[in-house]
């Protein structure tokens, strides 16, 4: 990944962004053409499976189960994982994660050299840590293998979805990338030509770098193996031939048992790309202790990373955003994601998933638009294959950024918090409404016009009000409160009583 | 730079960290396993098909992604590689230790096969295809699983070249997953590679295109 990244510390608001972004409406076209192939794909494999809903529950329930025993799992996983021939290492935060594997990959050289290129599986955790950024400042090239990410890195881009990042670019805007990155003025149109041109550019690649970095889908903690999955063979390639593995993996990652597996692996290819199984899973314990010619990589490393997800695990509402199995499957149903796009979440997790994640991920301190952009439809919930209750946890947040900006200083840097307090102010006082009500339809005549039928309407208000007036029109106040109007009447009532 | 010099006690603050975050005290091992062992598995761990309708299934399954299949009669093995061999215009091909063993039956003459014996990676390279035997077949996901034993061998030979020849019977193939993950339970911690139709990619407005990096072309061959 190149350029300043996405990165929710210093991204706009994602209302602010989501604006510029419907904008675009090739980006917009391809969102919505490859949100739909890959829900319809979805939608026929999981019901191929009647027992789709018993396999969801397992999948909570193993999910759950780890999370209330992280600790034992983790140090499980680590004696098995070590005992194998890997070693295992622990990243409290992304910049020790980011340290580490520099270090790892420095020290990777033959006879004391250190290598300047690494090749890479596609892994959202690497992409969470901006571990190219940081290698490329340390001189390491790292090459992505994933023909999606390798598009987002040829072009200057950031990915915009969990599982296939580049799925806001057509095929003439890749082969256009390829065209002027790869140096290939002839290159045909067809995704067949342009994955013939990624295989040439890698394969070369592949047989020549001897470091490569990968994340992780699932730690075995009963083996201490690891499992990856995939699709094109490039994960295989550098989990098997080069002499050094660097695996990343969040601490989330640990599931108790083998025969999990049986569960998880059933769910996620299924939801994430609506395929039966992905063309490649590969499974693997620690190293080959034959020296010589042995199976895979002679070197294995973990990188366990905590990086803020123990915090979120003590919220008790909204850890359950830890059972995550990176699907994607929540992105491709939302409403607002199919929209916007993924940039517009200012974080690599983009979608339901991203408006949950990214802001605990901040520890609540930046990215706190994000949930609330949601309509808390609950297309997310109904698709995901660990029962993640997203529109819960959305409330739950929302909750907790108001909480925050409506204590201590955040009140001065909030006008909507500002404008509720004086509003809770006018509610208290029958005087005070009575007034304020009366001053509103004052202040609203030079904004107000009248319709064809004689009904007042006002299209434009200033300031933040205007959010309200861009996208609908706001009728008049009633020339009458409905309080005004019954002591009339009742004054009127007693008047002809007594005129009687 | 020494890497044990950049999270010194970081292992020991998230371990914490955690505990501090679950807030129950710690529970010990054969709590965690009875715990583990109520977990709700209501889905099917063992398929309802006959054994022809699950073989059937493979076959259709495979085919589905683009790999083909042909069925044979155990004693015609050695025959059909051969013709499928020809029938691609393969004739160099690597293949693990002990195939002959696992398949029964000597390999056809006629063809340069070369035992794997720790290739470099550039030597795999100049080979037109691989030949090997398997562990398990999934047939609801059209899967075949490969495990570092004789007759399948090390991962890099069944990936590097571009055709991949795959010898699988009929006892080793399960209808659903959880049988096959029974069945590996066993030999878990060998190197394991599933594999489900040919190298394929749909990152390109999600078309599924067949062969990226690994082999392009798979031919299984289902000897009942």
């Known amino acids: 990944m190149s350029g300043a990244g996405l990165d929710p510390r210093t991204a706009p608001k994602f209302q602010v962004a989501a604006r510029v972004l419907v904008g675009d409406s090739q980006m917009r076209k391809n969102v919505r053409h490859a949100t739909k192939v890959i829900q319809t794909k979805r939608a026929k494999v999981v019901a191929e499976m009647p027992d789709w809903q018993k396999l969801r529950e397992a999948g909570q329930a193993i999910r759950q189960h780890t999370l209330r025993h992280l600790d034992f799992y983790l140090e499980q996983f680590e004696r098995n994982c070590t005992a194998a021939g890997g070693v295992v290492h622990w990243a409290r935060n992304a910049e020790e994660a980011r340290q580490i594997v520099i270090g790892l990959v420095k020290s990777s050289g033959a006879m004391g050299e250190s290598p300047t290129e690494v090749i890479k599986i596609k892994s959202m955790t690497t992409e969470e840590i901006q571990l190219n950024k940081a290698l490329e400042e340390a001189g390491v090239h790292a090459y992505e293998t994933d023909l999606a990410e390798l598009i987002i890195q040829l072009g200057h881009d950031q990915p915009s979805h969990i599982v296939v990042p580049a799925l806001h670019k057509n095929r003439a805007q890749i082969r256009e990338i390829f065209m002027r990155e790869m140096n290939l003025p002839d290159l045909g149109g067809t995704p067949q030509d342009l994955a013939d041109a990624a295989r040439r550019f890698l394969r070369e690649k592949f047989l020549r770098v001897k470091t490569a970095v990968s994340g992780a889908n699932f730690l075995v903690a009963e083996t201490g193996g690891v499992c990856i999955v995939e699709s094109e063979g490039n994960g295989r390639m550098c989990l098997t031939l080069p002499e050094t593995l660097i695996s990343v993996a969040g601490i989330d990652k640990v599931v108790p048992r083998y025969q999990d597996l049986e569960v998880l692996l059933q769910l996620l290819p299924r939801s994430a790309t609506g395929e039966r199984m992905n063309p490649y899973n590969s499974l693997w314990t620690g190293v080959d202790p034959t020296q010589k010619g042995g199976d895979g990589p002679r070197t294995f490393h973990v990188v366990l990373m905590d990086n803020a997800r123990s915090e979120i695990l003590a919220d008790k509402e909204a850890r359950q955003t830890l059972q995550c199995i990176r699907c994607g499957a929540c992105q491709n149903a939302c409403p607002v994601y199919q929209q916007t796009g993924g940039h517009a979440y200012g974080s690599v997790y983009a979608g339901p998933i991203g408006a949950i994640l990214t802001p605990q991920l901040m520890q609540m301190h930046h990215a706190q638009s994000l949930p609330y952009a949601s309509s808390l439809c609950g297309a997310c919930y109904e698709v995901c294959p660990v029962k993640i209750n997203i529109p819960e946890v959305l409330i739950h947040l929302r909750n907790k950024v108001v909480k925050q900006q409506s204590s201590g200083f955040h009140i001065l840097a909030n006008p909507e918090v500002m404008a509720l307090k004086a509003v809770a102010q006018v509610f208290r006082s029958d005087k005070v409404f009575r007034v304020s009500q009366k001053l509103g339809r004052l202040a609203e005549l030079p904004l107000s016009h009248k319709d064809g039928q004689g009904v007042g309407w006002i299209d434009w208000l200033p300031g933040m009000l205007g959010g309200w007036t861009q996208v609908r029109d706001l009728r008049v106040m009633p020339k009458q409160t409905f309080r005004e109007w019954f002591e009339e009447r009742e004054k009127n009532k007693q008047g002809a009583n007594n005129g009687r | ?224």
């Not at chain 2, 044990?4 to 505990?19: P, S």
């Not at chain 2, 209501?42 to 098909?49: P, Q």
């Not at chain 2, 399954?61 to 155990?74: G, H």
Request: charged share 25%.
């Open chain 2, 1 to 224: 730079m020494d890497v044990e010099l950049i999270a010194v006690g970081a292992r020991e603050d998230v371990l914490r960290r955690i505990r501090t975050s679950i807030g129950t005290p710690a529970a010990n091992a054969p709590a965690i396993e009875a715990e583990w062992n109520t977990l709700p598995r209501e889905y099917n761990r063992v398929g309802s098909l006959d054994r022809e309708a699950v073989l059937e299934m493979l076959d259709e399954r495979l085919r589905d992604y683009d790999a083909s299949v042909i069925r044979i009669q155990s004693g015609a093995v050695a025959e059909t590689i051969a013709k499928q061999l020809t029938e691609r215009g393969k004739h160099r091909l690597v293949i693990p230790k002990g195939l002959a063993e696992a398949l029964g039956e000597a390999l056809p003459a006629g063809f340069e096969f070369v035992v794997d014996e720790g290739l470099s990676t550039t030597e795999l390279d100049s080979f037109e295809g691989v030949v090997t035997a398997s562990t398990v077949a999934i047939a609801e996901t059209g899967t075949i699983v490969l495990q570092n034993v004789a007759g399948e061998g090390r991962r890099a030979p069944t990936l590097v070249p571009d055709y991949h020849l795959c010898i699988v019977r009929a006892g080793d193939v399960v209808e659903n997953v959880p049988e096959a993950m029974t069945r590996l339970a066993a030999t878990a911690s060998l190197a394991t590679t599933f594999v489900s139709g040919p190298s394929a990619t749909a990152d390109i407005e999600m078309t599924r295109i067949k062969g990226v990096h690994g082999p392009r072309f798979l031919d299984v061959i289902l000897v009942t």
